[in-house]
């Protein structure tokens, strides 16, 4: 038997869940595939990015795959995000940022050539 079949989700607080529903759909460019007052859940390249309104700010460990590190950093900037990790090149050709959502979560980003987005 298989322990873990692999991530599937990923929590993030949001103690107004109207307002985080519609900053995640505009920064992800996608509609929540579920949306009720008490969990709303985005489909984010096979996985589930889900907002909860009673969790406690995410401070991390958790990092998101992106196609160039460099543009996923700026746009989230853009939406208002804030910077927490510049792009930094980790090694093995990886590279790595962070920033902080608008509702105190912190998203990982992580370009890694040797996983297929």
Same mark, same amino acid.
């Given at each position: ?34 949306? /009720? ?7 984010? #390249? +096979?996985?589930?990015?889900?907002? !909860?309104? *009673?969790?406690?700010? =995410? ?23 804030? /910077? ?7 090694? #093995? +050709?990886?590279?790595?940022?962070? !920033?902080? *959502?608008?509702?105190? =979560? ?12």
């Amino acid at each position: 038997m298989q322990p873990l079949l692999g991530l599937r989700t990923a929590f993030y607080a949001a103690p107004d869940i109207v307002a985080a529903r519609d900053w995640y759909a505009r920064a992800l460019g996608v509609s929540p595939y579920f949306d /009720e007052p008490f969990y709303v859940g985005f489909s984010v #390249g +096979g996985y589930e990015l889900g907002l !909860v309104p *009673d969790e406690t700010p =995410n401070s991390g460990g958790v990092a998101w795959g992106v196609a160039e590190i460099h543009a996923a950093f700026a746009h989230f900037l853009e939406m208002g995000a804030v /910077e927490v990790k510049a792009p930094a090149d980790v090694g #093995g +050709g990886i590279w790595f940022a962070s !920033v902080r *959502d608008p509702f105190g =979560n912190v998203l990982g980003l992580i370009e890694n050539p040797h996983f297929k987005l």
